[in-house]
């Protein structure tokens, strides 16, 4: 099976009904990472490329409470990494993301997910050649979805003038998000010197 065609139901792993046990603790702030989050927190779901490099830099941006690395957007149920590297999941590299709406914003998220990489690259970010290196929205709100309409159709214009292709970015809302495994969270808190595959193009999003 190629790693740059989504596969259909037929053709996806068959995964398995337990899902993956992590600490629950962010490695950093030691936030929990799985819900229940505190009332009036907000997340949502980005992809956009390898999601060790990904996650840092949304666990950076002030109003953000807390970061978790996993599986979105595929066919596979509970799925694990190798799953996942081979094409046969259909699930991209995520980040859940978990915000203080009173400290920060959606659209300020979008932002930093829009400037930090290549959207046009289909099922790959740059040297990571893949379906689970896809450029990927998972909203948790309509609010959430428009917004994100709306900003990729600002991006396009920008991108546009620089030369590059059409965005190539899922939007949508949110499908199952599955936790990967602990070594995975917050790696490069754990390892500083770490692979980050992040390259943005030189946009800039006003907020």
């Known amino acids: 099976m190629s790693k740059l065609v989504l596969p259909t139901a037929d053709q996806a792993l068959p995964g398995r009904d337990s899902a993956m ?14 819900p229940p989050f505190d009332s009036g927190l907000q997340s949502a779901v980005f992809g956009m490329g390898c999601f060790w490099g990904a996650e840092r830099r949304f666990w ?10 996993g599986y ?27 915000f203080d709406p009173d400290q920060t914003s959606f659209e300020k998220m979008l932002a930093v997910f829009w400037e ?5 690259q289909g ?8 379906s689970q290196y896809r450029s990927v929205v998972y909203c948790n709100s309509v609010s959430q979805l428009e917004a994100a309409q709306q900003s990729a159709g600002q991006v396009q214009e920008q991108l546009s003038a620089l030369g590059f292709g059409a965005i190539t970015t899922e939007i949508q809302m949110a499908p199952t998000f599955y936790y ?18 992040l390259r943005g193009t030189g946009i800039s999003c006003p907020v």
Do not use: W
């Not at 046990?21 to 799985?34: A, E, K, Y």
């Not at 996942?84 to 993301?97: I, K, N, P, Y």
């Open 21 to 34: 046990q992590i600490s629950n603790r962010h490695f950093l702030n030691g936030q929990p990472l799985q």
């Open 60 to 69: 950076q941006q002030p109003g953000v409470v807390t970061t978790a690395v």
């Open 72 to 98: 979105a957007g595929g066919i596979t149920p509970n799925p694990i990494y190798e799953e996942v590297c081979s094409g046969g999941t259909g699930h991209s590299e995520v980040v859940l993301v978990v």
């Open 116 to 120: 930090a990489h290549d959207p046009t």
């Open 123 to 130: 099922m790959r970010q740059g040297n990571d050649i893949g």
């Open 180 to 197: 990967a495994e602990e070594y995975h969270q917050q790696y490069l808190a754990k390892n500083p010197g770490g692979y980050c595959g």
